[in-house]
């Protein structure tokens, strides 16, 4: 028996949530908080939604959503373009290869495996900025926006792990 409409717009909006709330932490996160040198050190709330759901719904979240994510979060942050579309993309790679290692585990397995994700991932933004400046950038900024990226991890993904078993658990 095939199933009927509602179940298969039911299961089109359960994979679609990984996405939605990727596209709403982007504009979340270009929401200006006036606070003085609040914006270069702004916590990376993307990144933490793409490493979470290409850990656990990976298949609801593929590299080219997650691209067109990164190129949003560019063009709304004014970052160079791609810069962030290709870190996203490559952190989804690298957390949907490795789901096996982190499922499954105590918490702190998946927030280490984060800590090294988003360590790196800081690393390669300040490359690429660097290269596409031409110039060396001060990598103050970078860190801290880590640090807090990292300490921030965990409040964010006991939102994604309700919304993962609340509301997804059924597809």
Same mark, same amino acid.
């Given at each position: 028996?095939?199933?009927?409409?509602?179940?298969?717009?039911?299961?089109?909006?359960?994979?679609?949530?990984?996405?939605?709330?990727?596209?709403?932490?982007?504009?979340?996160?270009?929401? !200006?908080?006036?606070?003085?040198?609040?914006? !270069?050190?702004? !916590?990376?709330?993307?990144?933490?939604?793409?490493?979470?759901?290409?850990?656990?719904?990976?298949?609801?979240?593929?590299?080219?959503?997650?691209?067109?994510?990164?190129?949003?979060?560019?063009?709304?942050?004014?970052?160079?373009?791609?810069?962030?579309?290709?870190?996203?993309?490559?952190?989804?790679?690298?957390?949907?290869?490795?789901?096996?290692?982190?499922?499954?585990?105590?918490?702190?397995?998946?927030?280490?495996?984060?800590?090294?994700?988003?360590?790196?991932?800081?690393?390669?933004?300040?490359?690429?900025?660097?290269?596409?400046?031409?110039?060396?950038?001060? !990598?103050?900024?970078?860190?801290?926006?880590?640090?807090?990226?990292?300490?921030?991890?965990?409040?964010?993904?006991?939102?994604?792990?309700?919304?993962?078993?609340?509301?997804?658990?059924?597809?």
């Amino acid at each position: 028996m095939s199933p009927s409409l509602s179940q298969r717009l039911d299961v089109l909006a359960r994979n679609l949530i990984p996405a939605a709330l990727g596209v709403a932490l982007v504009v979340l996160s270009t929401i !200006p908080f006036y606070l003085p040198g609040y914006g !270069p050190i702004a !916590p990376n709330l993307v990144l933490m939604a793409v490493f979470y759901w290409a850990v656990f719904r990976s298949e609801a979240l593929s590299p080219v959503t997650v691209f067109f994510i990164g190129l949003l979060q560019d063009v709304l942050t004014g970052a160079p373009p791609g810069l962030n579309a290709a870190v996203l993309v490559l952190v989804r790679t690298f957390a949907a290869s490795q789901n096996r290692v982190f499922r499954g585990k105590s918490f702190l397995v998946l927030w280490f495996g984060f800590v090294l994700v988003g360590v790196a991932a800081a690393f390669v933004i300040w490359l690429l900025s660097a290269i596409y400046h031409l110039t060396l950038i001060d !990598p103050s900024p970078i860190v801290f926006q880590a640090a807090l990226t990292i300490t921030l991890f965990p409040f964010l993904v006991w939102g994604f792990s309700w919304t993962h078993q609340k509301l997804m658990a059924q597809s």
